[in-house]
């Protein structure tokens, strides 16, 4: 999550970029001082309790975050806390999956302790439509909602490099759920579906959908 704050005597911008994770924190640090970016600065903090005063920022930006949430709305209304009068919070989550992969996530089903719902997308019920979006943002006191879906094309060489990408996302986590003697089980069955639907030229594409949303304080 990144707050964006200006000065009223129109003093450089200002950003501070937050995170609950001491390792992010710690490596966004470092890349902020070796960018010499002096108008950033890094905190770790829970979005639910943040270290930030009653309306002295401008915009709160929050970019694959709220689905996370233990609670949604007391984050919303945290950030709602900060924001100025008529500041703005500027949001993405996951809409839809791809239903031309559905076969290949629940490929997953049959070797996890148990059914963790739609593995392709971590999505908060709140979150899932844009109907739902408006109340929830309503209901802790946002208005002038916006929200557009932009489906993203995300391209791969190869079935392998699919594997080996679904490692870098959330989707470890249900890797790393099946137990390991059971892995190798796994990785064949997901892959044989992921395998269905390379293309001619070698390739695979899927499609995301995102949610991009604004509101104002």
Do not use: C, K
Request: proline content about 6%; hydrophobic content about 45%; cysteine-free.
């Amino acid at each position: 999550v990144v707050f964006e704050l200006t000065q009223r005597d129109e003093s450089p911008l200002r950003i501070t970029a937050v995170d609950v994770a001491p390792g992010m924190v710690e490596l966004l640090r470092a890349d902020v001082a070796a960018a010499g970016l002096e108008a950033v600065s890094v905190q770790l903090a829970d979005i639910e309790h943040l270290e930030v005063p009653d309306a002295s920022v401008d915009a709160v930006t929050a970019s694959m975050v709220l689905f996370f949430l233990p609670d949604l709305l007391a984050g919303l209304r945290e950030i709602r806390r900060v924001l100025r009068p008529r500041g703005i919070i500027a949001f993405s989550v996951f809409g839809p999956s791809d239903p031309q992969w559905t076969d290949v996530y629940d490929a997953f089903l049959p070797f996890l302790p148990e059914n963790g719902g739609d593995l392709s997308r971590p999505r908060h019920p709140a979150l899932a439509t844009p109907e739902g979006i408006a109340a929830t943002l309503a209901e802790v006191g946002f208005r002038e909602v916006r929200s557009e879906q932009i489906v993203h094309e995300i391209s791969f060489d190869s079935v392998e490099q699919w594997h080996a990408w679904s490692w870098s996302i959330g989707l470890r986590g249900a890797w790393l759920s099946i137990p390991e003697e059971v892995r190798p089980r796994a990785r064949a069955a997901v892959l044989e579906q992921v395998g269905h639907r390379v293309q001619a030229d070698g390739g695979l594409m899927e499609r995301f959908a995102v949610e991009y949303v604004t509101a104002e304080r």
